[in-house]
């Protein structure tokens, strides 16, 4: 398993929860990591990313409650959200983008999927 995402639950409007994803690949691999969100009936969205140089990226929906931080040194990313809404409710996907280089010269190029992780933001 190379992406462990967990934190997820239940949460009244309103609340927070914050989201972890761990990935088992090598810090110098990971180039950005993301977190997606697919909601029932709709296409899963970009809500969050941040590169490994810490740049971050948000949905508008999303600006202002939602941070994305990182940990390099536990090749974590995370994801706070504050002040949630009944339409945050969605399976929360973690992403990882990565790139890694054999000692033979051959690169590998790729991204990484999380489980998901339920959230559920009742009103």
């Known amino acids: 398993v190379q992406l462990q995402a967990s934190g997820g639950g239940l949460v009244q409007a309103g609340g927070s929860l914050r989201l972890s994803c761990a990935s088992s690949?090598?810090?110098?691999?990971?180039?950005?990591m993301d977190w997606y969100r697919q909601a029932p009936g709709k296409q899963r969205e970009l809500v969050a990313a941040?590169?490994?140089?810490?740049?971050?990226n948000y949905a508008d929906s999303v600006k202002g409650r939602f941070t994305i931080s990182r940990d390099n040194a536990k090749n974590t990313v995370y994801l706070q959200m504050n002040s949630l809404k009944p339409e945050d409710t969605a399976v929360y996907y973690c992403?990882?983008?990565?790139?890694?280089?054999?000692?033979?010269?051959?690169?590998?190029?790729?991204?990484?999927w999380g489980q998901g992780t339920l959230v559920t933001v009742s009103s």
């Open positions: 941040i590169t490994n140089g810490g740049s971050t």
């Open positions: 690949r090598s810090v110098s691999s990971i180039r950005a």
């Open positions: 992403s990882a983008d990565y790139v890694e280089h054999s000692p033979d010269g051959t690169v590998v190029a790729g991204r990484d």
